[in-house]
Nanobody, 113 residues
Framework: QEQLVESGGGLVQPGGSLRLSCVGS????????MNWYRQAPGKERELVAG?????RYADSVTGRFTISRDDAKNIVYLQMNNVKPEDAAVYYC?????????WGQGTQVTVSS
């Protein structure tokens, strides 16, 4: 079964750190452009970070978040540092190829002191 599975979400204090993981099952992630999106209640889903031959970030997370991939483990990570209350959302990873687009089920990030 082809799927993406996110993990690593949870409760984090403002200023804290969290690392999200996206594991590919039946999907070789190195063959895809990998992106992390997030969606907060009442807001549209927004692109947070992406990785292909290079990385790109939303302005709101630049300097705080880092996307990386471990092709040997078939995992893509999102390291979140100096987390802010406005980072609270459900985070989704996606794998975009020429003909296919996969989404994970999402992992919740809650920011609270």
């Amino acid at each position: 079964q082809e799927q993406l599975v996110e993990s690593g979400g949870g409760l984090v204090q403002p200023g804290g750190s969290l690392r999200l993981s996206c594991v590919g099952s039946g999907i070789t992630l190195s063959n895809y452009v990998m992106n992390w999106y997030r969606q907060a209640p009442g807001k549209e889903r927004e692109l947070v970070a992406g990785i292909s031959s290079e990385t790109r970030y939303a302005d709101s997370v630049t300097g705080r978040f880092t996307i990386s991939r471990d092709d040997a483990k078939n995992i893509v990570y999102l390291q979140m540092n100096n987390v802010k209350p406005e980072d609270a959302a459900v985070y989704y990873c996606s794998a975009r190829g020429h003909f296919r687009l996969y989404w994970g089920q999402g992992t919740q990030v809650t920011v609270s002191s």
